[in-house]
């Protein structure tokens, strides 16, 4: 719920300043933020209005962010952050040309929104750059381009093809490559997209960078993917696990850290370690391990992401890592000849996860990590499903949580990534997620009928 008019605290004198000059090749500048789920939400005004809003910003409504209302946060104020905006490179269906940009969410104090996940993960980068430490941050989105198929299902695959396969039908390839020459317009560097396992799925990669930036992106991809899919007469669909016979959709996180003073010094990397791997590295990658619980509530923050989480499905349901096994949840990646490629990659979240709240949390463990000098347990190069649970316990490797109550109270119990996330954010995730459990609870399933009518 948008509130009223901008607030005009001073006069849009700039007319011909730089960001003002951004907008005069569009109609109508959407002004974007995320709420606390992650869903990317929107205030558009004609491109006339810019300098305006740009100087005195929006009032917003604190539950549209929140996602309940609550009266000690129902004025906030949207302020754009000129340097984020980006020019759609696709036109509306009447023509109109249209500009994006982040906003940051104040207060009324206009201090930085406690529970806006920019400002999240803004601090989390701060505290990690005190520490003389750049996060820099990737991610390959898998996601399915379906048709329409039958009533209450998200639809069918759109091709046949399986991992890597050149498609005979380039129906489903021309949607990745709209979205590749999309995003490229938007000044992102595509790197490249291929077909995934299944049926219909893909994945695009765009060139990793620092965190804000990173997680901005992945929102807008997703975005682009949509609209792009939509034009061709097909949905792209990033849901954990839209398909029941299918695998599930990952979200794969890449991670290292650089040294602030040093420019492009990889802090992760060792070149006299058997796995290229920096102390700084192993005590950072421990401090993630001991809170992987806490992070799976913000990597896999559904009900249906627990769907794809379980055993012998292709996706890791162990607190393990290795240097060359991929069924593992945390993955050591990069080549020992090239330093500032060793880098962490996390391989249990998936795409209905907040970003930046991710991020965020992951920054965290990193810090507890190496200020307790946790010590790393020993590599898993062997699939963790298929280790006895006698094996699993000698070599202390523990399970993720299986379900969304689980990831929730690890959250809550985990004062670090609480910390990270603040009181307001923290509490805002775990109370929406837990209304999604609880709303689970309270349907009647196709399934249910059929097992139980008639047999019970």
Excluded at 9 to 24: C, E, K, W, Y
Excluded at 171 to 191: N, S
Aim: with cysteine; charged share 25%; hydrophobic share 40%.
């Amino acid at each position: 719920m948008t509130a009223s008019s901008p607030k005009t605290t001073s006069s849009p004198t700039a007319t011909s300043s730089p960001d003002t000059r951004l907008v005069q090749d569009v109609d109508f500048v959407q002004l974007l933020f995320t709420d606390i789920a992650g869903r990317l939400k929107t205030l558009e005004i004609p491109a006339a209005r810019w300098a305006e809003v740009r100087d005195g910003g929006w009032t917003l409504d604190g539950s549209v962010l929140l996602g309940y209302g609550d009266p000690e946060h129902s004025d906030l104020r949207l302020v754009p952050d000129p340097s984020t905006y980006v020019r759609r490179p696709w036109t509306t269906v009447s023509g109109r040309t249209v500009g994006m940009v982040f906003c940051d969410v104040l207060d009324t104090a206009g201090r930085p929104f406690a529970a806006d996940p920019r400002a999240v993960l803004r601090q989390a980068v701060r505290a990690s750059e005190a520490r003389g430490q750049r996060p820099v941050f990737g991610v390959e989105a898998e996601f399915y381009l379906l048709r329409p198929g039958a009533p209450g299902s998200a639809g069918e695959p759109a091709d046949g093809a399986g991992y890597w396969d050149v498609s005979v039908d380039e129906e489903a390839d021309e949607v990745c490559r709209d979205i590749a020459e999309a995003l490229t317009a938007m000044d992102f560097t595509v790197d490249g997209h291929h077909h995934e396992v299944c049926a219909g799925q893909r994945e695009l990669v765009f060139r990793h960078g620092d965190a804000l930036a990173t997680a901005d992106r992945l929102l807008l991809l997703k975005h682009t993917a949509r609209v792009m899919a939509r034009r061709r007469g097909m949905s792209a669909v990033f849901m954990p696990k839209p398909l029941a016979h299918l695998y599930g959709n990952a979200l794969h996180v890449h991670v290292s850290l650089e040294s602030t003073e040093a420019s492009s010094t990889a802090l992760f990397h060792d070149g006299t370690d058997a796995d290229g791997m920096s102390a700084l590295f192993r005590g950072s990658l421990a401090g993630v391990l001991d809170h992987a619980p806490a992070l799976t509530a913000l990597g896999n923050p559904t009900v249906n992401s627990y769907k794809r989480l379980v055993p012998a499905s292709g996706t890791p349901v162990h607190r393990s890592w290795a240097r060359h096994n991929r069924s593992t949840a945390f993955k050591v990646v990069g080549d020992n000849a090239v330093p500032r490629s060793v880098r962490l990659e996390m391989r249990s979240p998936d795409p209905a996860a907040n970003p930046h709240l991710l991020f965020a949390g992951v920054l965290a463990a990193f810090a507890d990590g190496q200020d307790r000098g946790l010590k790393l347990s020993e590599a898993c190069e062997e699939p963790a499903d298929l280790l006895t649970p006698d094996a699993l316990a000698t070599r202390g490797i523990l399970p993720l949580p299986t379900d969304l109550p689980s990831a929730l109270r690890a959250l809550e119990e985990d004062g670090t990534i609480r910390g990270a996330l603040g009181e307001l954010a923290a509490d805002a995730l775990v109370r929406n997620s837990a209304a999604d459990w609880a709303a689970w609870h309270r349907l009647v399933t196709p399934w249910e009928i059929e097992r139980y009518a008639e047999s019970v």
